[in-house]
């Protein structure tokens, strides 16, 4: 139903109206008597070989929603009867910002991709506090994202973590440090050794003084050097935290289907989707097996297929996030790939 006659409709919308318009439908599904049993019974699919201890924390499954999808923490309560084993909400910065101008997401069909520079577009930390204070989730793991606001210079990033850091702290399971996006000008330069060590230790001290520690990730670009990302490990072994998110978007635009006329038209941003499967896989595969296997890995990047998902796994995925394929093969995915897990 959903490729024959939803997207259909959806993709006649622009992708931002497309994203609010899909949501609220399914919203509108849930508020039915029997909504929400009838999408839970639809979509999930239990089996105890599927769940997942990583990083401390119990997942009933290894597929999860990846941070983007639900920016501010408005619907991470209905997307979790779609039988995610883990939702990751933000990004989300201390202060709130529009992000970059529209058109900033776009499809890429032919690809089974989109381009986006959304630029961290969300309400501020405080707002999504007070949404989840009043959550009635349970049963579905919770990850904040968190980044540092556009105005906010490199020499003051690890404040906007920490701020983060701290108020989001009691109201998720685990936190993403995400220094990769493309599209806050400068962002990336915080992957370089010395300030990302100073923000990943910042972090992990308040951490460890904390009652209970909570899990801390980094989130990679899918375009770093072999010897960054020696680097990266090196970072991760030496601060202690507790994994890494492979991989964000990409700024590489090879051997797409799209013209490249379309391609230059529409300008910066990262690309996700189909054409960063093998890549994502790469880093994933090179990290797992320079570490010795012993770095936690959440895969992303272009999944779409159950075997897509396997293939993320076998190169050393603990877990692993969806969100373009979600967009592209409509919410059947997640029940999909954790059938196929079992089955085969």
Do not use: W
């Amino acid at each position: 139903m959903y490729k024959s006659i939803l997207r259909p409709l959806f993709f006649k919308l622009s992708p931002e109206k497309a994203h609010h318009a899909a949501i609220d439908l399914f919203k509108l599904g849930l508020s039915f008597p029997g909504g929400k049993k009838f999408f839970s019974s639809l979509y999930n699919f239990q089996h105890s070989s599927l769940e997942r201890e990583v990083f401390g924390l119990k997942f009933k499954n290894p597929v999860g929603l990846a941070a983007g999808f639900d920016k501010d923490g408005k619907y991470f309560e209905s997307m979790a009867r779609l039988g995610f084993g883990f939702i990751e909400i933000g990004t989300v910065t201390p202060l709130p910002q529009k992000g970059n101008p529209r058109p900033r997401l776009f499809r890429l069909p032919k690809d089974k991709a989109l381009i986006n520079r959304m630029g961290f577009n969300n309400d501020g930390v405080d707002a999504m506090v007070a949404r989840l204070k009043k959550s009635k989730i349970s049963g579905t793991i919770l990850g904040g994202n968190i980044g540092k606001n556009k105005i906010t210079p490199n020499q003051k990033a690890v404040d906007d973590y920490v701020i983060c850091f701290e108020k989001l702290f009691p109201y998720v399971d685990y936190f993403v440090v995400n220094v990769s996006s493309p599209n806050t000008p400068g962002l990336r330069e915080l992957q370089d050794k010395k300030p990302l060590t100073h923000i990943l230790g910042s972090l992990q001290e308040l951490n460890l003084g904390k009652d209970a520690r909570k899990p801390i990730l980094l989130k990679i670009a899918p375009d770093l050097t072999d010897q960054q990302l020696d680097d990266i490990i090196s970072i991760v072994q030496k601060t202690e935290i507790d994994g890494l998110i492979a991989t964000n978007t990409t700024i590489d635009r090879s051997n797409l289907r799209t013209s490249p006329k379309t391609i230059s038209n529409i300008g910066n941003g990262g690309l996700s989707g189909k054409p960063l499967t093998n890549r994502a896989t790469e880093v994933v595969r090179y990290i797992s097996d320079n570490s010795q296997h012993q770095i936690p890995i959440i895969g992303v990047g272009g999944i779409q297929t159950p075997e897509d998902a396997k293939e993320k796994l076998s190169a050393g995925a603990s877990l692993i996030q969806i969100y373009t394929g979600f967009i592209y093969e409509g919410p059947g995915i997640v029940k999909a790939i954790n059938s196929s897990l079992i089955h085969g």
